[in-house]
């Protein structure tokens, strides 16, 4: 048991490249090979060092057993497109099989990593997906875990994916260059092997993907080792932006004239042709005029029509004008007035049909902008609201207009982007409409179905939230076919910044306790305050924002969930962040608050060591801070993995009472994990106590404060009870801190008896 709990726990292992070399000088070397086998190598791409733009472009292409292979590192490459800067590879797929022979399941985890090099996951046009009929599987990349599971209990059927007909499917977050698929053993295929021996998981391109029932018997996938599944990869040149590119004439790549810079944050910049021009825009003149005159299909033109740079003209012969699209001869001549007068009636035809065409497309798009807004839960969220402004007056939640947020944000412009989650993009924006009020726009990604009927509701919960730790929920827009919610704009970083950022801040214990309170506030406000209770889901120091008096603010809520009242709302997919994630929920597949209070004590450890709750560069087993954390609890060496930058001899007692706090929100089993208003009013304590070491010289005063008669020291009232012992007074609060201390302070509070 222990050891499946570490291969959960542990992420795994990738290899860190260095980011590719420098780009070599712009344009391609007379003599390189362009294809390999039946596959298009344009430019920036090379099958020689000196070929490819840079490293990172060059591809192999290689003959075995008499097929012709184009090949990056070991991984095959099936399709390159400059003008989409994307390119399919083949992917293999991680199986969990039953091994008859020796009556055992068995695992191939499969793994890719582009670490360092152009590619990125295309998270639009992937998906992970799951096949099994007792499979629970996850996919790792370095940030993010997630996975879903699937079974046969509902009948299978062909073309469909639904989580209990033998597969299931979850969303790519953006910007995945590394994974590995993995399986929970517990789930597993010794009982119904005769049926269906494997489980597997890949992430592939949704598009080729299509269910069908014979994956799950067929020995194709089980024997094969090249059951590989495509995957679409997005590429970039270099990870710079468009201005920074340009400002190195020499590396820059878009070296045709009527080429563009497009830049995506997952993948960094490549180059495009101008509109009206087509071809290759990494090679000197390779972006070449369209003849639009030789295509009438996509461009037609009922006149004369003629080629210009970049685009073409379509005109009517002498005597003739061109009426929507269609040449006409002009109304001058009298001595043909029935036909002119014929003319003019089709022509005011022709515009009544276009004017009634139009106003018939504008009521469609309104209806399916109505449609979206139905469907998520828009009506129901307007009803309550309404109700709602005539109970308590006006709740300051709006419902904003596409054209509104796309004019706060420069059209979702890639330059306001604040960060990306596993659910969708934050941009920065400002209301043009009165008080040019700051806020973050959350795009969030495609959800399913079922989540789209919750979503509306969720959101009429989340508006009502009302504590100053939250980060309050402004308004949402919902006529789109992915809602996009808008939060007040908190301009201090997140606090994982504040921890690990390289500014080099001190951050003083006081500071970090306040933080680490409040953030415990929120979620226990959350977890009891609210019916039904919201469960935060994805806990982690960068959801934890800081605003000007750097008060913590808990925000993205794209996780949460309304704790489900019955089991039919069990979760079938599940997603969270590596090093964070509560393996229980893993395994059970529900979401608890007691997900919520281990994802925090993550956090907790963070503030006390300093350290980051996942850390690639480690050892196997120093990567996730909570197992390291565990060890060095268990073996006593607490001190060596605590902050120096807090760590001191009138500390370490306080250090040691958030640890061990910390400890039991780290318990394996949820339900002896303390609840989040316990550690909350546990830290809120120690806080009072760190703030006012006077108190130690009064007794009573100290019981006030630990809200604790001091004489309870019978050891069952302290069962999840934390207690407080006292150092040294604290050097940091030295207003009242003149020593003397007349009470030696644990033989006063009598509090050894709990530890
Ligand atoms: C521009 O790019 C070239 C080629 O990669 C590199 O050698 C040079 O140092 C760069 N210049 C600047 C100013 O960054
Ligand atoms: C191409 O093959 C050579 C020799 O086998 C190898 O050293 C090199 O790493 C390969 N390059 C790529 C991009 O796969
Ligand atoms: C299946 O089990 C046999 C016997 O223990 C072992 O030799 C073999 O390697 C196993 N096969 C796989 C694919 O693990
Ligand atoms: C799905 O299609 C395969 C053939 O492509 C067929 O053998 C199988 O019976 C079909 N399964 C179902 C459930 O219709
Ligand atoms: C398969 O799952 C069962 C429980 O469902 C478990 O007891 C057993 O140990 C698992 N087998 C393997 C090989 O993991
Ligand atoms: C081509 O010309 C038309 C009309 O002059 C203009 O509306 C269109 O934007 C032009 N297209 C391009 C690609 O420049």
């Not at 996942?614 to 605590?642: H, P, T, V």
């Not at 050891?715 to 207003?735: C, D, K, L, Q, Y």
Request: overall charge negative; proline content about 3%.
């Amino acid at each position: 048991m222990e050891s499946s709990w570490l291969l959960l726990l542990s992420c795994l292992p990738a290899v860190w490249v260095l980011a590719a070399a420098a780009a070599a000088a712009a344009g391609r070397s007379p003599g390189c090979a362009t294809r390999c086998g039946e596959i298009d190598v344009p430019y920036p791409f090379g099958l020689d060092p000196q070929c490819a733009i840079h490293a990172g472009f060059w591809l192999n292409c290689t003959t075995v057993d008499g097929a012709t292979k184009l090949l990056d590192k070991n991984s095959e490459v099936t399709k390159i497109s400059v003008e989409d800067g994307k390119a399919w590879f083949k992917n293999f797929i991680s199986r969990q099989c039953y091994n008859q022979s020796s009556g055992d399941m068995f695992e191939n985890n499969a793994w890719v990593d582009y670490t360092g090099e152009p590619y990125v996951l295309s998270a639009e046009d992937n998906k992970i997906i799951v096949l099994g009929c007792n499979s629970m599987a996850y996919m790792q990349s370095d940030s993010y875990i997630i996975g879903c599971m699937s079974t046969c209990d509902g009948p299978l059927k062909n073309g469909s994916c639904s989580g209990t007909a033998g597969c299931c499917q979850a969303e790519l977050p953006p910007g995945v260059q590394f994974y590995q698929g993995f399986f929970n053993s517990l789930h597993n295929t010794t009982k119904i092997w005769k049926q269906t021996p494997c489980n597997y998981i890949t992430v592939m391109e949704s598009a080729a993907f299509s269910f069908s029932s014979t994956y799950l018997t067929s020995t194709v996938l089980y024997d094969s080792d090249d059951g590989r599944t495509p995957v679409v990869m997005e590429w970039g040149i270099t990870r710079q932006k468009c201005e920074e590119a340009k400002a190195n004439k020499t590396a820059y790549a878009c070296v045709s004239d009527h080429s563009d810079c497009v830049y995506s944050d997952a993948a960094g910049y490549r180059c495009r042709c101008s509109g009206g021009f087509k071809g290759n825009p990494y090679v000197v003149d390779g972006c070449a005029d369209i003849d639009e005159c030789l295509d009438s299909a996509t461009y037609p033109c009922a006149g004369i029509c003629k080629n210009t740079l970049g685009n073409f003209t379509c005109s009517c012969p002498r005597g003739r004008s061109m009426i929507n699209g269609v040449c006409v001869k002009s109304q001058r001549s009298t001595w043909m007035a029935p036909v002119v007068g014929a003319s003019v009636g089709l022509v005011t035809l022709v515009i009544g049909v276009t004017c009634a065409y139009l106003v018939r497309e504008r009521r469609k798009l309104h209806r399916v902008k109505q449609s979206y807004f139905r469907r998520h839960g828009g009506l129901l969220l307007f009803e309550e609201l309404k109700s709602q402004h005539h109970q308590q007056g006006a709740a300051a939640f709006t419902i904003f207009s596409e054209e509104e947020l796309q004019q706060a944000t420069d059209r979702f412009d890639a330059q306001r982007v604040l960060g990306h989650g596993g659910h969708g993009t934050v941009y920065k924006g400002v209301l043009k409409s009165g008080t040019a009020t700051e806020i973050a726009v959350k795009r969030c990604m495609t959800i399913d179905e079922q989540q789209k009927k919750e979503f509306g509701k969720e959101m009429l919960i989340l508006s009502q939230v009302n504590h100053r730790n939250i980060v309050k929920l402004l308004g949402c827009c919902l006529e789109v076919e992915v809602p996009i919610l808008v939060y007040e704009f908190v301009p201090n970083g997140t606090l994982f910044d504040l921890i690990h950022g390289d500014h080099g801040q001190r951050v003083s214990l006081d500071t970090r306790l306040r933080i680490a309170y409040e953030s415990a506030e929120a979620l226990a406000y959350l977890h009891s305050c609210a019916s039904p209770p919201i469960l935060h889901g994805d806990v982690k120091s960068t959801n934890i924002l800081l605003d000007g008096d750097y008060a913590a603010k808990v925000s993205d809520f794209g996780a949460s969930i309304l704790a489900p009242n019955d089991k039919s709302q069990f979760v079938t997919v599940v997603q969270g962040t590596c090093g964070y994630l509560d393996p229980e929920y893993m395994q059970t597949y529900e979401l608890t608050d007691k997900s919520d209070v281990y994802s925090f004590g993550v956090v907790l450890l963070e503030l006390l060591t300093g350290k980051k709750a996942f850390d690639l560069q480690g050892s196997e087993q120093d990567r996730s801070l909570s197992m390291r954390f565990l060890y060095a609890m268990k073996e006593n060496r607490l001190e060596d993995i605590l902050d120096d930058q807090i760590k001191n001899s009138e500390s370490i007692e306080y250090l040691e009472e958030i640890a061990e706090l910390a400890r039991q929100c780290l318990e394996m089993s949820g339900v002896n994990r303390p609840t989040m208003k316990e550690v909350a009013d546990k830290l809120g304590r120690l806080r009072k106590i760190m703030k006012h070491p006077w108190a130690h010289e009064d007794p009573e005063e100290l019981d006030r404060l630990l809200g604790e008669p001091s004489t309870t020291t019978n050891s069952t009232a302290t069962t999840g009870n934390f207690i407080i012992a006292i150092g040294e007074p604290s050097t940091a609060n030295s207003t009242a801190n003149t020593g003397n201390f007349s009470i030696t302070k644990r033989a006063a509070m009598g509090l050894e008896s709990g530890r």
